[in-house]
């Protein structure tokens, strides 16, 4: 009997899409784990990955994809397609570059469309209930988190889109998996605002808090307790290989505040408790102080 395939997006060294390529490969599928650059794959192809140039947001490179990836697999449809890749643009909603912020929605939303489009036919080709798309969000998709807004809105889309996607997948029999993740350690900060420190623009009205705000910009009050991207793997892999995967899948340090906080403790509360963990409340204080509220 032939393995179950996997294809799985943004696998570069050190992200979330490396771990969980090498945990399905451990886990006896046949893994085809993609990048835009090969160079930062070549540590799974020495595992007997086999590697798959993919660029998200270019279409010739999806084709060309689609096109190497049925030779691979010889016509025998994919199991499992996981839209991994994704990017972050942090920077307060009123400051935000509408350019950089639109090129953070192609990668984390319209890439997984395009993406799953260009493949629903070798997914179509495997065996009749079998196929399933996952689609990597994050618990960001419930939450308000401050100088977070452009990445928690792009999530947030992600996740209806694929609510929606599951209901019509059903005359398929495809099955449609969201995976909302919470704080994992890996490359995600360091790669976020095209792998620059965010800095507020030069005329910014925070500009009182500027080093403040800029803290919080960067993630690094999160860093810390992350949870380690192996055993999370571990338990995505497991969850999405079921023979019943659940429609959705929370995993990740503080996924309960997405699940469960966001979703049902006041918006009094929970605006207070964002306010105090994200810097809010000290920039309020500092802003106020400046006597530049107005």
């Known amino acids: 009997m032939s393995k179950r395939s996997v294809l799985i997006t943004g ?11 090498q945990e399905s490969h451990r886990h006896g599928l046949r893994v085809i784990a993609t990048a835009r650059n090969l160079s930062k794959v070549a ?14 947001l270019s279409d010739s490179s999806i084709a060309s994809a689609v096109t190497r990836v049925e030779q691979l697999l010889d016509n025998a449809g994919l199991d499992i397609l996981l ?11 009123v400051d935000g ?10 990668l984390n ?6 993406v799953t489009q260009a493949f629903i036919p070798l997914l179509r ?14 618990i960001a998709a419930a939450m308000s988190t401050p100088w977070w807004g452009y990445y928690n809105a792009s999530k947030a889309a992600a996740a209806l889109m694929t609510d929606t996607l599951r209901l019509e997948m059903q005359p398929f029999n495809i099955r449609v998996c969201e995976l909302r993740t919470g704080n994992v350690k890996s490359g995600f900060f360091n790669n976020q605002n095209a792998g620059n420190k965010p800095k507020l623009p030069e005329h910014s009205i925070y500009s009182p808090a500027s080093d403040h705000v800029e803290q919080y910009l960067t993630g690094d009050y999160l860093k810390a307790d992350g949870m380690a991207s192996e055993p999370w793997a571990r338990a995505v892999v497991a969850q999405i290989t079921a023979s019943n995967p659940p429609y959705r899948i ?24 964002f306010s105090q963990k994200s810097g809010v409340n000290k920039v309020v204080q500092i802003i106020r102080a400046e006597g530049k509220t107005k």
């Open 11 to 21: 696998c570069s060294r050190g992200g979330l899409g490396d771990a969980l390529a």
């Open 43 to 56: 540590h799974l192809s020495d595992l007997g990955i086999e590697v798959v140039q993919l660029d998200v």
């Open 83 to 93: 839209n991994n890749a994704g990017g972050n643009y942090a920077m307060p909603v």
């Open 97 to 106: 570059n509408i350019s950089e912020a639109k090129a953070l929605f192609d």
């Open 109 to 114: 939303f319209w890439s997984y469309i395009t």
């Open 125 to 138: 080709a495997t065996a009749a209930g079998t196929a399933l798309i996952v689609n990597q969000t994050s």
């Open 250 to 273: 929370w995993e990740g340090t503080h996924w309960w505040v997405g699940r469960i906080v966001c979703q049902y403790f006041p918006t009094w509360l929970v605006n207070m408790v």
